[in-house]
């Protein structure tokens, strides 16, 4: 299996993935006056990989908090 690259570990970019396929979707949506499902196919699917990173991202943040807590204690 492929590596992921280091930029998609970045939490700015995964918001600014989110932010730039909300405009996305807008833009289809209502100036080109595409269809409902064309515009959340093409939009929001990566918006929902963007949230999946983060959530992996905060997660693993946690469970290092958490791990690092459990150590000291």
Known sequence: MFEKPQIANNKIFNIILIVIRILGFVLFYFVFDAGY?????????????????????????SDLFIGRFFILS
């Open 37 to 61: 499902l064309l515009s959340f196919i093409i939009a929001f699917v990566q918006v929902i990989v963007g949230i999946i990173n983060l959530k992996k991202k905060l997660s693993s943040v």
